[in-house]
């Protein structure tokens, strides 16, 4: 199979390329490389076209003579979408929908990639399942509620033959040193404060990506047109206890952890039923703790990976996000 990996050049994105590469498939990448798409994450053999999936032009030159679709492009910070959200709307929208309208020309699959944060959150137990309602808190989950909604509608209305996963928090290796464990783990490396938002007690369902990419490719063959399937790690944990554990494997100080004013609108706790797509056969194989430790570990052995990551515009940012709550933190 020819397959067209849109924002391949990401995280979770780049395990997936590899993935398929090892299945034996012929992939090419589409990707904008915005701040968190990465040439090095990538073999250097694969053919990575640059462009934009809102722009029909690129999508039907990267997607010739491929049979399927894979669309991990995305805008995905949540504290990113509340500084300024204008980059969202148009790639997880209007690009989703340049994407189904390619599906209407030439009769392709696309597989969806999607997350668990389109629920938003669930305080007072229980899971999510794929016919719950979509409640979305940031802009990053709205906008991803709106592409969202877009694939079903297509599938109806002009039969497209698209699937969605949604998936829980992913971690592992190369992943972009904004989002939790990563910012945790290479500033515990570095010996710089952790900025833990609000009372530490929000709760995530923990997915290796490796796990979330074999949940991918299940859909990828075996997804109903139009069908919804949760891909969750079923590991949930407090992000105090997560950062407690980043820092005893990084060997560093517990004096680092440093409680900071909270993310607006912050959700308290995501957690997916997973069984439709166990009833696929899939199920995740990694446990947190033994992800969590290879994690910190290839961190701590790829510095050239992500010291270079770590200026210019990463430091703007870092400033923006941080500066002001670190000022403000106090001692967990
Ligand atoms: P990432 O930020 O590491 O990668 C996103 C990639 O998309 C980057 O390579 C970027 O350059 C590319 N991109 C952005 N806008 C583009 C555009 N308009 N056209 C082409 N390429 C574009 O993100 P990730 O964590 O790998 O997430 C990949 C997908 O998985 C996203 O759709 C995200 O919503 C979803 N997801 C992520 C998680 C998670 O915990 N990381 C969990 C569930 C779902
Ligand atoms: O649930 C899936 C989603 O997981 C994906 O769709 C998103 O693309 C991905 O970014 C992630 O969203 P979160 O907002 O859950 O992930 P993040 O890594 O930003 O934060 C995880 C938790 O850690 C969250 O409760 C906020 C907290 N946190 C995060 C940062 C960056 C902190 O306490 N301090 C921080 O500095």
Request: charged share 25%; hydrophobic share 35%; aromatic share 8%.
């Amino acid at each position: 199979m020819r397959i067209l990996v849109t924002g391949g050049a990401g995280f979770i994105g780049s395990h997936f390329v590899k993935r398929m590469l090892r299945s034996g498939h012929d992939v090419v990448v589409l990707d904008k490389l915005t701040y968190s798409g990465n040439r090095a994450n990538l073999p250097a053999d694969v053919e990575l076209q640059h462009g934009d999936i809102a722009q029909p032009d690129d999508v039907a030159r990267a997607a010739a003579g491929c049979e399927a679709i894979v669309n991990f492009a995305a805008e995905t910070h949540v504290d990113r979408s509340i500084l300024s959200a204008e980059d969202f709307g148009r790639t997880e929208f209007r690009g989703t929908q340049v994407l189904l309208e390619h599906l209407r020309a030439t009769g392709i699959r696309l597989v969806q990639v999607s997350t668990d944060e389109v629920y938003g959150d669930l305080e007072a137990g229980g899971s999510s399942t794929e016919t719950d309602a979509l409640h979305p808190s940031s802009p990053y989950s709205a906008a991803k509620s709106a592409g969202d909604l877009l694939v079903p509608a297509y599938a109806r209305t002009f039969d497209v033959n698209a699937s969605i996963t949604r998936g829980s928090n992913t971690y592992g290796p190369n992943q972009y040193p904004e989002k939790f464990i990563p910012l945790f783990a290479t500033n515990a490396l570095d010996g710089e404060p952790l900025p833990l938002y609000g009372d530490g007690r929000q709760i995530r369902d923990w997915l290796f990506v490796e796990d979330h990419c074999a949940g991918i490719e299940l859909v990828l063959h075996e997804g109903g047109p139009g069908a919804i399937y949760n891909v969750g790690g079923g590991d949930e944990h407090e992000n105090i206890d997560v950062a407690g554990r980043i820092i005893e494997l990084a060997g560093a100080d517990r004096s680092l952890l440093r409680r900071v004013p909270d993310r607006p609108g912050h959700d308290r706790r995501y957690s997916l039923d997973t069984s439709k797509l166990q009833s696929l056969g899939w199920s995740p194989k990694k446990s947190f703790e033994d992800g969590l430790r290879e994690t910190v570990e290839w961190y701590r052995d790829n510095r050239t990976w992500w010291e270079p990551i770590k200026s210019g515009e990463y430091r703007e940012y870092y400033e923006r996000q941080y500066a002001a709550r670190l000022a403000d933190s106090t001692a967990v």
